[in-house]
């Protein structure tokens, strides 16, 4: 018995929503592999079995007979995928659950991406490092989906061979897990090479308006990082959200987080050294500072009548707010505090919140910020922003 055809109408649908690329594996199905020839390479699968048989895949779905040509039913897809979902062997793990929401996540992603105005792009940045020997997932899909749901801005990849656009890769650097003073030397000396030749060549060209930054690395890296971010462009901070395992802001209605600053117990306005505390993925305690930074003024900003916690910067108010509250302290230090030349910073913040750390600090008006890193249960300090 001969296949029913599926409708024309139908057919055009699943191509356009698919963005002709195979809603698995994401290969372009109308050109040739080898000799770039324009050709339809793509098959439309199934989702629910055409015939309700127990041969048919997935076909004993109570999905109607009616609706099983029709465009919500039917994925664009590479004859080798094709082939492999139908497969008995695949059949208990393609299932029609899964397969739906592949196709509405996939569908959803084009959808978004071609309703975007290329004007309102930004170039993507990634520093892809390790904390502790550990990775997460910091891919070029991972950035460029945060950038939609976050934004609705265009992802931009510029100046790649491969279109991967800034990627600052500092994985290959040994020491690490020591941290010692040569591994840090050798990132910072990766970060520049990176943003002082790459992206000054966008700057001078004129292609650059706005940047996502995302970042993953050790916590000094990371101020480091938004320090040597350029003025001359707005920049969007992205961070790895514990309560999603996401890139992407969340959607919350909960409400922005407030910050406050203490202030030293006891003034001291001729101190040429001071002490930042920064509580807010978790608390750092008086007792575990080094003993050089005890006896200096110290400041503290933390949330205010809010836990610290991983997830205190959820959301891009919160984090606009506790850029305002660290201006703000650096500005009263500015002021108030002429002779002050070295701030230490010792920080329990997650990765926006450093990002933002470096890239407040004005070397012109800003004392230089000296940031720690607790190894071995020890703060001692590894590298220098001025």
Known sequence: MARKSIPDVERLKVWVRAGGRCELCGTYLL????????????????????????????GMD???????????????????????????????????????????DREEWIRRLTALNPETGTVVIRLI????????????????EAVIRSEERFPDFPLSLHGDGFEI???????????????????QQQIDRVLEHKLA?????????????????????LAYFGSRLDDTFTVSIYQRHRSTESWSWPDTTDPMVRFVTEPPLSPAPDASDGVLILNISGSIQ?????????????????????????????????????????????????????????????????ISAAVTLGRVHDANVHPDLVIYDRTAGQYTAALRIS
């Open 169 to 187: 890769d500092l994985r290959r650097i040994p020491g690490e897990k020591a941290g010692g003073p040569a591994y840090w030397e050798q990132c």
């Open 31 to 58: 050109e040739g592999k080898l000799t770039y020839q324009d050709f339809t390479l793509g098959e439309l699968a199934h989702i629910v079995g055409q015939d309700a048989t127990p041969k048919s895949p997935r």
């Open 62 to 104: 109570p999905l109607p007979k009616d609706q099983r040509d029709l465009a919500d039913n039917l994925m664009l897809l590479c004859r080798g995928e094709h082939n492999e979902i139908d497969r008995k062997g695949s059949l208990d793990v393609m299932t029609v659950e899964r397969l739906r929401r592949i196709k509405r």
């Open 286 to 350: 008086a007792e575990e500072l080094p003993q050089q930074l005890a006896l200096l003024p110290r400041w503290t900003i933390h949330p205010h009548d809010v836990t610290p916690s991983v997830d205190v910067i959820n959301s891009v108010p919160t984090l606009n707010e506790f850029t305002s509250v660290l201006r703000q302290l650096l500005s009263e230090l500015e002021a108030n505090h002429k002779n002050l030349r070295r701030l230490h910073i010792l920080a329990a913040i997650p």
């Open 201 to 221: 060549e966008a700057l001078r060209e004129d292609s650059v308006h706005h940047v996502s930054a995302f970042a993953f690395a050790r916590l000094p890296l």
């Open 129 to 144: 490092g390790q904390v502790r020997g550990q990775e997460v997932e910091l891919t070029k899909p991972t950035a460029a």
